[in-house]
């Protein structure tokens, strides 16, 4: 079958070909021909409905969408899969719907505890509305309310008095320019599972990690995004995911729940990562990340455990399914 790789620009040179950074581009275009699939990336031009009408004259069966944001801007990074549902293509991922809810950090959480999952308690902090801090529980996590991957999240994110917070507000305010989530700090087992799945269908989990706690004792308790980024800053921190030992089964059974339940009370579809926190015996939503990393050596997902070609065979699976189940409609 033909397949279209939709990327972002930037992970493309002059010459059409991925750049070597581009690890997950790769690691995706590598699993579909190892399917036995015929591939050709597009990076997402400028007018996107150039890049369709490239697509379609392709006859591509299916659009792999790799595209993380839209002319630069990660708020409209349903945009595309917009689109794509507008001209009746098959494609991977999560709806635009889907994509555009869990964008909002804050949204996702109420749509979720209304679901009668445990979610941290959250503030919104802009430079009109920065009364919050005088009715908060101490410690906090300040966050861009519609960040991704982390970003804006370092070692300083980690509040623990009015002072610190607003002065990490603002500081996210002024690189971001848009509102801030400050947020209860869960002092619980962090998790991250992986999954796919239909909207109504059957959820499959294919694994789950466990964030090791620091090796210096007091220290935050985060997957911070220089942590996320650098290997190195991963052995000194200590914070780095690793597969579930046996000893945490049980709670690992209370997170496969916890995720089943959010997976279909935000209609998502495709695939998705959930990150949650497990204190007490309760299991807290953190938040959820459709169309998820899929870097084959990805710490938070342990591809190596499962195997990264059967996880895109699935993807590839799901996106023809969806757009089949919707002409019978």
Not at 85 to 98: I, K, W
Not at 170 to 176: F, I
Not at 243 to 259: K, L, N, Q, R
Not at 302 to 313: D, E, S, V
Request: with cysteine; aromatic share 10%.
């Amino acid at each position: 079958m033909n397949i279209a790789v939709v990327v972002d620009q930037e992970t493309v040179k002059r010459d059409g070909t991925l750049r070597a950074d581009a690890n997950a581009e790769r690691d995706v275009c590598g699993a579909l021909r190892e399917l036995g699939h015929h591939i050709r990336v597009w990076p997402l031009a400028l007018s996107a409905s150039e890049t369709l009408s490239e697509i379609r004259g392709w006859q591509a069966g299916l659009v792999f969408n790799l595209t993380e944001h839209y002319q630069g801007d990660r708020d409209r990074d349903h945009f595309f899969a917009t689109l794509l549902e507008h001209y009746g293509f098959a494609f991977t991922g999560a709806s635009s719907a889907a994509l555009s809810l869990c964008r909002d950090k804050e949204a996702s959480k109420r749509i979720v505890e209304a679901a009668g999952i445990a979610v941290p308690r959250t503030y919104l902090w802009t430079p009109e509305r920065d009364d919050w801090a005088s009715r908060v529980q101490w410690p906090l996590i300040i966050k861009p309310l519609r960040g991704d991957g982390s970003e804006h999240i370092t070692s300083k994110s980690v509040v623990a008095n009015s002072h610190q917070a607003q002065r990490r507000a603002q500081s996210v305010w002024r690189h971001t320019q848009q509102a801030v989530l400050a947020e209860q700090y869960i002092d619980g087992t962090e998790y991250t599972i992986t999954v796919t799945g239909s909207v109504g269908g059957t959820l499959k989990v294919w694994g789950v990690s466990v964030l090791n706690r620091p090796k210096r004792a007091g220290d935050p308790y985060l997957y911070a995004h220089e942590v996320k980024n650098g290997r190195n800053l991963k052995r000194h921190h200590g914070n780095d995911y690793v597969a579930c030992d046996p000893i945490f089964e049980p709670e690992v059974g209370a997170v496969a729940t916890a995720a089943a339940t959010c997976f279909a009370t935000l209609r998502l579809d495709g695939y998705a990562r959930f990150d949650f926190r497990v204190l007490e015996g309760r299991c807290y939503f953190l938040e959820a990340n459709p169309n998820s990393n899929l870097n084959r050596d990805s710490d938070a997902t342990q591809f190596r455990r499962f195997g990264h070609t059967a996880f895109i065979a699935e993807v590839v699976r799901l996106g023809l399914e969806r757009t089949q189940m919707a002409a019978k409609r």
